[in-house]
Structure formats: C-alpha cells, structure tokens
C-alpha cells in the first residue's frame, strides 16, 4: 500500500503532514507511512492509479478528465477560506506590485495545464503568452521576478507563500480572486473501505494541533461533497504553445 498527501507539502510543513497522518493511522493501523512527493513517480497520475493507493490528494481538473471512473472519491479537507462553502477553494490572481495593467494583455504563468487553480481557474482570459512554470511557487516567482505578469495560485498555496516565502509575498499584490470550486479531492483505489478512512481523517484533523494547522495552511475538516460538483465543472484547452 502507498498513500501521499503531495498538494501543499512544502520541506516545512512535511513533519506536520506526517504528524497529521499519524493520527489517522491510530484509527486505522493498517494503512501505510506517507510517501513524501519527491519520492513518488515522476508522473503522478501512476501513483493516483495504483491499485494499492491507501489515499493521496489529487486537483479537481485530472480528477474530473480522467481519474474519477478509476478511483474512489474520499472526500475534501476543508481550509475554511473566507465566503466560499465548505470544501471549495479559490485563485488568488496575482500581479507585482505597483501595476495595474489590463489582465488580458499580460504574460501569464501558469504550474501545468492539469491545474484547476493556476489554468482552468483563468477560464478561457486570453494573455499574451502563456508561461509553464511546475508549481505556484514557480508562478508566484516568475511574476515577481518580471518573467511573467500575472499568475492564478491556490488561495492555500498562498497561505503558504505569505507564511514560509514572506520576501516573496511581500512582492506581490493580490489583483482579485477567482470563483470558488470544489477544493482538492483526496481519493483511495476502486474498491476502498472509505467509512473507517473518511472517520480517521476527520478524527485527526479535529485533534490537530493549533500550530500544525497553521503549518499545512488552515485545514479544519473533511467535507464529502458529490462527485457530480466536480463533473460539472468544463474541461479547459490546454494553453496556447
């Protein structure tokens, strides 16, 4: 068995996420230790289908086009962002500081054109070029840095960006935020026992502590929402080469 929670695990925070998993484990003592993201396959979509997948996190846009058939939907952590329902999450769109220029005639970077909230999350807006850069992080420093204009980065990411790269942070400006959608699906194998998995999870976010919340960027529940919110939701084109 495998199980990773890769989406928001920074060198950080990665003792908090393993201190999270381990009280889930205490409900459950069969499931196995998290791999951490570096050790995974490079393509994570093998991992997401393993047959022996415990858990992982996976974004909403490869759950919806090609995963949700192939797995089990567990459910989605709850980060308790300001006016958005309970398990969705948002884009923060960020600029440098200081420019106010027309969106549409910006450089935009962009993690990978799987992602919900640094590409489908900027819903057909046409920009000058289209930047591919890994990772928000990588977004966020292309724009502060002059490579890019403008990125679109998860609202939790960015949490992560104020709390561990202030220098980095401090050089953007939050220009505005994007429509809340179903926020990280955390999935299992075809066939999971989800009850005892889902009952585990909620069962050790409530009895995080304080600083651990703070450190993986605010999760405060597990919400189980319907398959069908993430369906309904378009497939993007991929960006323009």
């Not at 999760?219 to 189980?224: D, H, I």
């Amino acid at each position: 068995m495998i199980a990773s929670l890769p989406m928001y695990w920074r060198q950080e925070n990665a003792t908090a996420w393993r201190r999270l998993w381990t009280l889930v484990r205490d409900t459950s003592p069969g499931l196995p230790p998290l791999t951490p993201p570096e050790d995974l396959p490079q393509d994570w979509m093998d991992h997401w289908r393993a047959p022996d997948l415990a858990l992982s996190q996976t974004c909403g846009l490869p759950f919806r086009a090609a995963l949700h058939r192939s797995v089990d939907y567990v459910g989605t952590l709850d980060f308790d962002l300001p006016d958005t329902p309970p398990g969705h999450y948002y884009s923060v769109v960020l600029t440098r500081i200081g420019e106010d220029r027309p969106e549409q005639n910006l450089r935009l970077a962009y993690n990978s054109a799987d992602s919900q909230s640094g590409w489908a999350a900027t819903e057909g807006a046409p920009f000058a070029a289209c930047i591919p850069t890994g990772a928000h992080r990588a977004s966020a420093k292309a724009v502060a840095q002059g490579a890019a204009d403008v990125a679109f980065v998860d609202a939790v990411t960015w949490r992560l960006v104020e709390a561990y790269d202030p220098d980095l942070a401090q050089r953007l400006a939050v220009r505005r935020r994007t429509r809340p959608t179903p926020g990280l699906p955390l999935i299992a194998a075809l066939g999971s026992d989800l009850s005892p998995l889902r009952e585990g999870i909620s069962h050790a976010l409530d009895r995080l502590t304080a600083e651990d919340r703070h450190a993986l960027g605010g999760p405060r529940g597990l919400v189980v929402l319907e398959v069908d919110a993430y369906l309904a939701l378009p497939i993007p084109a991929p960006p323009p080469l």
